[in-house]
T-cell receptor
Framework: GAGVSQTPSNKVTEKGKYVELRCDPISGHTALYWYRQSLGQGPEFLIYFQGTGAADDSGLPNDRFFAVRPEGSVSTLKIQRTERGDSAVYLC?????????????FGPGTRLLVL | KNEVEQSPQNLTAQEGEFITINCSYSVGISALHWLQQHPGGGIVSLFMLSSGKKKHGRLIATINIQEKHSSLHITASHPRDSAVYICAVKQGAQKLVFGQGTRLTINP
């Protein structure tokens, strides 16, 4: 498809488990963003990639969260030792470049539930 | 205080009414976005503004850079406009900072 895709769409896991969330950006988009949206709240920034490198990871809440984008396209957000508070919708967005005037295109999100 | 504040948080109106959602921000920005999120759905970008006004169909967005304020207007509102509308500001070339969203319900 032409848009940003994310898999899985839903993930249920148990406290303490490891999860990986995948984002496929629009082809050719160099900038990729991860956000987290808790119920009833606006999204919050986690990390942003320009190409393969993480240009800003200031939003990652702690060292249990890690993200990679090894070939500059697909990105994986990894969460270790999941906690119930990690339950949220994880959103991915991409833009052609990271310029201030670029539109970000959002994926449908992955709804993570930690039991 | 959040860097991006929206009002109202919830808005219910009758079909056909003129709708205004407000957004105020406290930081320097390179652009402001209005986004739409349907229940269980993804986020769609409606507008990106750095000055002035933009119009798309029944939607109008304005921004006043000096006052650090933007408004989203919907004319002749329709039940299908029911969604959460989110204001987000871009600081430089990096991340978006989001408001908490305004939940709009249009009753037939």
């Amino acid at each position: 498809g032409a848009g940003v895709s994310q898999t899985p769409s839903n993930k249920v896991t148990e406290k303490g488990k490891y999860v990986e969330l995948r984002c496929d950006p629009i082809s050719g988009h160099t900038a990729l963003y991860w956000y987290r949206q808790s119920l009833g709240q606006g999204p919050e920034f986690l990390i942003y990639f320009q190409g393969t490198g993480a240009a800003d990871d200031s939003g990652l809440p702690n060292d249990r969260f890690f993200a990679v984008r090894p070939e500059g396209s697909v990105s994986t957000l990894k969460i270790q030792r999941t906690e119930r508070g990690d339950s949220a919708v994880y959103l991915c967005a991409s833009s052609l470049t990271a310029g201030g005037q670029e539109t970000q295109y959002f994926g449908p999100g992955t709804r993570l539930l930690v039991l | 205080k959040n860097e991006v504040e929206q009002s109202p948080q919830n808005l219910t109106a009758q079909e056909g009414e003129f709708i205004t959602i407000n957004c105020s921000y406290s930081v320097g920005i390179s652009a402001l976005h209005w986004l739409q999120q349907h229940p269980g759905g993804g986020i769609v970008s409606l507008f990106m503004l750095s000055s002035g006004k933009k119009k798309h169909g029944r939607l109008i967005a304005t921004i006043n850079i000096q006052e650090k304020h933007s408004s989203l207007h919907i004319t002749a509102s329709h039940p299908r406009d029911s969604a959460v509308y989110i204001c987000a500001v871009k600081q430089g070339a990096q991340k978006l900072v989001f408001g908490q969203g305004t939940r709009l319900t249009i009753n037939p």
